[in-house]
């Protein structure tokens, strides 16, 4: 009579104390990253001694002048003339004429935000749309030399924006796309592209063909096992790939630097040209620069539950 032993594989659990460790290591991760957002807010509520002064101010008295800078243009007047004006209409208005100065206008700060939703929001759909198709073709058709052809499209992202920037520039200037709102959403898709085919694909990969077989089965084309099957269970896929080609378009500033100048100049390259009259306004900066992380933190939080699935997808196998 032979015994078969057999050996019970446990999972350890791990226990209080080093779940107090990881939780504390954790928050002190957050508070230390929070840090610089923090200090960017209250140095936008800062009024421009204050911003400069050393060492730092941690107490001070919060204004909105760096916001009213940010969006008002002003011009320097005599205390005459102030005098003589109707009654300040507002807040910014007040602040502007305790400082000897009236509103001329607004500013291009506005402008330059929108430019920045068209073409990072734009570009984010355009390479996540191609980037879904061509990772489907990768992983469900058989197609000819396909790791190569894999390899060559993320080799496009192992070059430094600056290696390519002269020719990108002579070649936009030749068919008119410099300063355009166009050409900078077709730039920032063929840069995304290679990123978003590499992260669906893998998506892609989780999901078995048995659905899309079955899908075909009962009717449905190839296109329609697509739309109605492939795209619901790649939903977290491409949300966490839209966030990060959003990101990428964002917070770019390279070529926006180069390409644009006017009509299509985003925000990054437009914030640290705020200049006041003693150099620069650095709570106008930080105004500036508050406000432009708002909408990427809104997108992030709306998609935060499918970001979370998207990246442990596939990691755990039954």
């Given at each position: 009579?032979s015994?078969v032993?057999?050996?019970?594989?446990?999972?350890?659990?791990?226990t209080?104390?080093?779940?107090?460790i990881?939780?504390?290591i954790?928050?002190?991760y957050?508070?230390?990253t929070?840090?610089?957002l923090?200090?960017?807010?209250?140095?936008?509520?800062?009024?421009?001694?204050?911003?400069?002064?050393y060492?730092?101010?941690?107490?001070?008295?919060p204004?909105?002048?760096?916001?009213?800078?940010?969006f008002?243009?002003?011009?320097?007047?005599?205390?005459d003339?102030?005098?003589?004006?109707p009654?300040?209409?507002?807040?910014?208005?007040?602040i502007?004429?305790s400082r000897?100065?009236v509103?001329a206008?607004?500013?291009?700060y506005w402008?330059r935000?929108?430019?920045?939703?068209?073409?990072?929001?734009?570009?984010?759909?355009?390479?996540?749309?191609l980037?879904?198709?061509?990772?489907?073709?990768f992983?469900?058709?058989?197609?000819?030399?396909?790791?190569?052809?894999?390899?060559?499209i993320l080799?496009?992202?192992?070059?430094?924006?600056?290696a390519?920037?002269?020719?990108?520039?002579?070649?936009y200037?030749?068919?008119?796309?410099s300063?355009t709102?166009?050409?900078?959403?077709?730039?920032y898709?063929?840069?995304?592209?290679?990123l978003a085919?590499?992260?669906?694909?893998?998506?892609?990969?989780?999901?078995?063909?048995?659905?899309?077989?079955?899908?075909?089965?009962?009717?449905?084309?190839?296109l329609?096992?697509?739309?109605?099957?492939?795209l619901p269970?790649?939903?977290?896929?491409?949300?966490?790939?839209?966030?990060?080609?959003l990101?990428?378009?964002?917070?770019?500033?390279?070529?926006?630097?180069?390409?644009?100048?006017?009509?299509?100049?985003?925000?990054?390259?437009?914030?640290?040209?705020?200049?006041?009259?003693?150099?620069?306004?650095?709570?106008?900066?930080?105004?500036?620069?508050?406000?432009?992380?708002v909408?990427i933190?809104v997108?992030?939080?709306i998609?935060r539950k499918?970001?979370?699935r998207?990246?442990?997808?596939?990691?755990?196998?039954k």
């Amino acid at each position: 009579m032979s015994s078969v032993n057999t050996t019970a594989h446990s999972v350890v659990e791990p226990t209080a104390t080093s779940k107090r460790i990881a939780g504390a290591i954790v928050i002190l991760y957050a508070l230390v990253t929070m840090v610089p957002l923090a200090w960017i807010f209250l140095t936008s509520i800062k009024s421009p001694p204050d911003s400069i002064s050393y060492p730092p101010k941690i107490v001070f008295t919060p204004t909105l002048e760096g916001y009213c800078n940010l969006f008002t243009t002003r011009t320097r007047q005599t205390p005459d003339y102030i005098q003589s004006l109707p009654p300040p209409t507002g807040t910014c208005d007040e602040i502007t004429r305790s400082r000897n100065m009236v509103i001329a206008g607004p500013s291009n700060y506005w402008p330059r935000f929108g430019n920045s939703l068209l073409i990072a929001f734009g570009s984010t759909f355009l390479a996540v749309s191609l980037g879904t198709l061509a990772a489907y073709g990768f992983s469900r058709f058989r197609v000819p030399l396909a790791d190569d052809l894999l390899f060559f499209i993320l080799s496009t992202r192992m070059m430094p924006p600056i290696a390519v920037a002269i020719p990108i520039y002579l070649m936009y200037r030749q068919l008119g796309l410099s300063d355009t709102a166009l050409g900078m959403i077709l730039l920032y898709t063929a840069v995304n592209v290679s990123l978003a085919v590499w992260l669906l694909k893998g998506f892609i990969d989780e999901i078995p063909r048995e659905y899309e077989e079955a899908a075909m089965i009962d009717g449905y084309t190839r296109l329609q096992a697509f739309w109605k099957v492939v795209l619901p269970q790649a939903t977290t896929g491409i949300a966490a790939t839209a966030i990060f080609c959003l990101i990428f378009a964002w917070n770019e500033y390279a070529f926006a630097v180069l390409l644009t100048s006017g009509s299509a100049q985003t925000a990054p390259p437009f914030i640290p040209t705020i200049i006041g009259e003693g150099g620069q306004d650095w709570p106008a900066v930080a105004a500036g620069t508050t406000i432009f992380l708002v909408p990427i933190l809104v997108f992030t939080i709306i998609l935060r539950k499918q970001l979370l699935r998207g990246i442990t997808f596939g990691a755990v196998r039954k």
